[in-house]
Nanobody, 124 residues
Framework: QVQLVESGGGLVQAGGSLRLSCAAS????????MGWFRQAPGKEREFVAV????????NYADSVKGRFTISRDNAKNTVYLQMNSLKPEDTAVYYC?????????????????WGQGTQVTVSS
């Protein structure tokens, strides 16, 4: 089993920045893709970003491209999401997820492990 714990959420003004962290423990593997998803009240969980096991490849939702950056430190079993130029529409609970696939998967169904989520609130 793999356990994922997110941290770094909070309240920030529009235009501000936050960095989310996701610490993995248990039977982790640096070969597998890791992703970030988010869920706003009344909406379905949506893909935000994914990174390959080596960290050499990434993919982003169009809504965050150019503003968010995903990265990973396999020595620390940690994945990060740097969020800049935040907008009120970025307000959501952000979830870290671990896949058993090595490709840049974007569907929630391709992820087996989920963190508990961290709240990000962007005020206007």
């Amino acid at each position: 089993q793999v356990q994922l714990v997110e941290s770094g959420g909070g309240l920030v003004q529009a235009g501000g920045s936050l960095r989310l962290s996701c610490a993995a423990s248990g039977r982790t593997g640096s070969s597998y893709a890791m992703g970030w998803f988010r869920q706003a009240p009344g909406k379905e969980r949506e893909f935000v970003a994914v990174i390959s096991g080596s960290g050499s490849r990434t993919n982003y939702a169009d809504s965050v491209k150019g503003r968010f950056t995903i990265s990973r430190d396999n020595a620390k079993n940690t994945v990060y999401l740097q969020m800049n130029s935040l907008k009120p529409e970025d307000t959501a609970v952000y979830y870290c997820a671990g896949s058993v696939y090595t490709g840049l998967v974007v569907s929630t169904g391709n992820y087996n492990y989920w963190g508990q989520g961290t709240q990000v609130t962007v005020s206007s």
